[in-house]
Nanobody
Framework: QVQLVESGGGLVQAGGSLRLSCAVS????????GGWFRQAPGKEREFVAA????????YYADSVKGRFTISRDNAKNTVYLQMNSLKPEDTADYYC????????????????????WGQGTQVTVSS
């Protein structure tokens, strides 16, 4: 069993920053890809960012490109999402995901491509 625990969410004013963390524990894979998705009230879960095991490949949704940065520390089994210049439309529950493969593809913008999920952390951006 794999456990993913997100932290770092909260309330922030527009223009502010937050850093989300996703701690991965339990059954360990030799290498895994990491991702972040978000879901706003009344909307479907949408892709935010993904990162390969090595960190050498990253993908971002157009809506967050240039503002958000995904990174990872494999020694700590943690995936991060640094969010800068936050906007009210970034308000959502943010979910961490991992998949037991080292690489990422553009297909992994779909939530169905990911095997394991955290419980989510809420991010609220006030105007």
């Amino acid at each position: 069993q794999v456990q993913l625990v997100e932290s770092g969410g909260g309330l922030v004013q527009a223009g502010g920053s937050l850093r989300l963390s996703c701690a991965v524990s339990g059954r360990t894979f030799s290498r895994y890809a990491g991702g972040w998705f978000r879901q706003a009230p009344g909307k479907e879960r949408e892709f935010v960012a993904a990162i390969s095991w090595s960190g050498g490949t990253t993908y971002y949704a157009d809506s967050v490109k240039g503002r958000f940065t995904i990174s990872r520390d494999n020694a700590k089994n943690t995936v991060y999402l640094q969010m800068n210049s936050l906007k009210p439309e970034d308000t959502a529950d943010y979910y961490c995901s991992v998949d037991p493969q080292p690489g990422i593809t553009t297909m992994m913008r779909a939530s169905s491509e990911w095997h394991y999920w955290g419980q989510g952390t809420q991010v609220t951006v006030s105007s």
